[in-house]
């Protein structure tokens, strides 16, 4: 197995064995295989439930019969959870109850407590609104805050509050733009457990609470708490390959308790098993390859986190990559690249060598004459902890709750004004939440790009595949500028 990195695309793609051997039939068998246990074990695969480890034990046996010895990666965590269903309600000068979920939403790692005081306004019509102690001069101890999302983070704003003395904090959307994310409840995130209620609206309440005026008192609930938890990843490797040059492929293997989660991410979960099961056909490997699937995912990446961050600095230094697939059969799909080039301004910055596994998927996609666009490298997937840890990162995404434009449908299809995945995160993320054509192309494409990795990754990282035993120094792979 040698692939030549210097071929045109086409030319290298169609010397590729592995993704004629990694078929779509195969992957679909695998989603039919995970949605039987979702629904046989309480309709879902999230972390902590019947569904996790049944489909965890399916991800192992997979992995023994094609020859591997997967492993339980454990791990422990704290996991923010809310015991029950919050109240915001205005009690004064008219009554009126706002909607879980409807109207608001509480943040993660809010603080807990039962709450009713007068609502006061803090500088509402700035993008910058409670972002500074300043907004808080005088501001009546005990009563309840409102605020709106901008400039600053939601910590920053809840510890201005609390050191102000309100008793909670209600921040409401600033509805800048049609998306979702901008109009509906904030479903925001502290970075660390706030000493009071924190809760985020949608614009429509923070106006009513803002025209309000004086005499407004609102009543606030919050029962929550943080436990620590345990779970845990699966991580099988190749048993030859460079072990000093190590391909980590990875995808989440949990999903969010409202639904089977076959897209997201089955889809990414099966196509990932698939390739990990067919490679021992080929005639061996150069570079060691890891496959991984991680647990609570949705939990905020802890999984993947908890990986990175509990390897030495020598097994970081031995991972040569790492490629992430997370979502790859959206409904109304595109072909999204991850942006290694950090061009995106949602982007964080690349580690160098991220660059290199872009142009791969590029360039795959452009020999099949195929259209692809790059997506931001945001943070929003188990590839983050890797780009923080320096280590080169890309991968696929077939879009979720973004909306798809005129144009993308002339790339792709579909239905333009629609989300690429309109039943993300729902109970109607099943089988029929599939889009085939998307999984058969980037299965491919992720086929491609391991078997081309598992041969040489020196257009990432420098090691060339002769160099099977020489042992890697350790060097800064995160860089301002590189060859793009």
Known sequence: MALSLGAAPAA?????VLPALVTVGNVRSHLENLQTIAEYNGGNRA???AGYDVAARYVIDQLRRA?????KDEYEFDRWVENATPVLAQTAPEAREFAHDTDFRTMSYSGAGEVTGAGVPVNPASAASGCEAGDFADFPEGAVAIVRRGTCTFEQKADNATEAGASALVVFNHGATSDPADTGPINGTLNTLSSI?????????GAALVEAGEGLELSLAVDAEVRTETSYNIIAETKGGNRDNVVVVGAHLDGVPEGPGINDNGSGTAAVLEVARQLPKLDGVENRVRFAFWGTEEEGLVGSTEYVTGLSQRERDRIALYLNFDMIGSPNFGRFVYDGRGQLPDSATPPSGSAAIQKLFEDYFAGRDLVSEPTAFNGRSDYGPFIEAGIPSGGLFSGGDGVKTEQQVEYYGGTAGEDFDPNYHTPRDDLDNINWTSVDQMSDAIAFAVETYADSTLPVNGVLRT?????????DRRADLWVR
């Open 47 to 49: 972390h902590g439930t």
């Open 12 to 16: 290298q793609a169609d010397e590729a």
């Open 467 to 475: 160099q099977q035993t020489q042992e890697r120094s350790a060097f």
């Open 67 to 71: 020859g591997y010895q997967p492993r």
């Open 197 to 205: 209620p924190v809760v985020g609206t949608t614009p429509e309440v």
